[in-house]
Nanobody, 115 residues
């Protein structure tokens, strides 16, 4: 079992920045990748970014060049730095951890980009 706790969402103006964090606990040694998905009401959950246990990163085209995913192994925490935020980035952002064929999810944090 892996438990995930997200933080860092909120209201930001267009062009602003936010840093999301996701702290993992439990069977963290078995995690092969962590990352973030976003979900807009009525739509499917889409991948934003991921980082593997080996440090490989991958980003959705919509956030490439604007976002950076990183991790602090000592704190068992993954971060998503988002810059140049746009209104269309407004969504609930969910942290996930991949353990074998299973995904564990956080409860989500709302990011609202609006003036």
């Amino acid at each position: 079992q892996v438990q995930l706790v997200e933080a860092g969402g909120g209201l930001v103006q267009p062009g602003g920045s936010l840093r999301l964090s996701c702290a993992a606990s439990g069977s963290i040694f078995s995690i092969v990748a962590m990352g973030w998905y976003l979900q807009v009401p009525g739509k499917q959950r889409d991948l934003v970014a991921l980082i593997t246990s080996g440090g490989t990163t991958n980003y959705a085209d919509s956030v490439k060049g604007r976002s950076t995913i990183s991790r602090d192994n000592a704190k068992n925490t993954v971060y998503l730095q988002m810059n140049g935020l746009k209104p269309e980035d407004t969504a609930v952002y969910y942290c996930y951890a991949a353990v074998g064929g299973m995904y564990y999810w956080g409860k989500g944090t709302l990011v609202t980009v609006s003036s």
